[in-house]
């Protein structure tokens, strides 16, 4: 059983297929609006697969998708934190508003995930060979500086050091 975010499109979109297409059960949420949203992605033929809006920067989304996770599925095998979003230009140009939004979908949602899930993740992990996965997805941008992506290098570069000191 798995949960990849941002999983309509890009990275997200890819995980969550080739793990579909392996066997697992996949919970796919982004903030597409609508119960078509599996079939506006072309993964309505997959079994086993639900979809749930979300927005990564909500705790009380994450709530709810455990409690659909759990509800529907009783077990979370693998968490992908896959959701983020750009923000480019000079950095005395970024409003903090713009700052906030991005660390909100890249880096607190990530938190978030790993928060909401860690109980489940260790309890079916406990149950398994190999234990359970959290892949919380960076960047080669979270290792090197780039003119202009001041925001998304850092909130990268965060998420990568709060991965190690998770793991």
């Not at 659909?68 to 968490?79: E, K, P």
Request: aromatic share 6%; net charge neutral; with cysteine.
């Amino acid at each position: 059983m798995a949960l990849v975010t941002g999983a309509l499109r890009g990275i997200g979109l890819a995980a969550a297929r080739r793990m579909a297409a392996a066997g697992a059960r996949v919970v796919f949420t982004d903030l597409v609006d609508g119960a078509d949203a599996l079939a506006t992605a072309g993964l309505d033929g997959l079994n086993g697969c639900a979809y749930v809006r979300a927005n990564v920067a909500e705790e009380a989304d994450w709530q709810a998708v455990r409690d659909l996770v759990r509800r529907d599925f009783g077990r979370l095998d693998i968490l992908v934190n896959n959701a983020g979003i750009d923000c480019t230009g000079p950095v005395h140009e970024l409003s903090l508003e713009q700052w906030h939004r991005l660390m909100r979908v890249n880096l607190d949602g990530v938190f978030l995930g790993v928060k909401t899930f860690a109980e489940m993740l260790r309890d079916t992990g406990g149950n398994r060979v190999g234990g359970s996965s959290i892949v919380n997805v960076s960047s080669i941008m979270g290792l090197v500086g780039y003119a202009d992506t001041s925001a998304y290098n850092s909130s990268k570069g965060a998420v990568r050091l709060f991965t190690k000191a998770t793991a």
